[in-house]
């Protein structure tokens, strides 16, 4: 199930379709996702604009967090941009549940560089877990 949620989700996200998202590996409360860096993510100094890096992580944090069938809303995020990234990088984030109860779930995801594995970004983020299950057409 986790699965199907997560490809309904990547196929209706308008950011991850212009993103061209990659859906890597999904579980409950896990996803690993990818993107490559184009040159119109790039800010005026060519280093990949931080909003690009962080609509990426927050859909990591969407699909992790929406695993579990059950509509999960963002309540708070931040992020750390820790090294840049450039036009051609593949960037992997990979999103973990750190705690799930009933109402509540928190996050973290780290964005690396692939290859070189290089940290780009640290996302912490927690949700508010709804009643209502995703529905999946």
């Known amino acids: 199930m986790a699965g199907k949620i997560a490809r309904f989700m990547r196929e ?3 950011m991850a379709v212009w993103l061209n998202i990659e859906l890597l590996k999904v579980r409950i409360g896990y996803a690993r996702i990818g993107m490559i860096i184009r040159e119109d993510m790039l800010n005026a100094v060519d280093v990949c604009q931080g909003g690009a890096i962080f609509s990426f992580a927050d859909f ?11 509509i999960a809303l963002a309540v708070s995020a931040n992020i750390n941009f820790t090294n840049p990234a ?3 990088d593949r960037l992997i984030a990979e999103a973990e549940e750190l705690s799930r109860t009933k109402r509540t779930g928190s ?3 780290k964005v690396t560089r692939e ?3 290089k940290l780009i970004a640290l996302f912490n983020g927690n949700v508010f877990v709804k009643e209502e299950s995703v529905k999946v057409e």
């Not at 990591?60 to 059950?70: D, I, L, P, Q, Y």
């Open 86 to 88: 450039f036009a051609g």
């Open 107 to 109: 996050y973290q995801i």
């Open 115 to 117: 290859g070189d594995q």
């Open 12 to 14: 209706k996200d308008k």
């Open 60 to 70: 990591a944090f969407a699909v992790a967090s929406n695993s579990h069938g059950k």
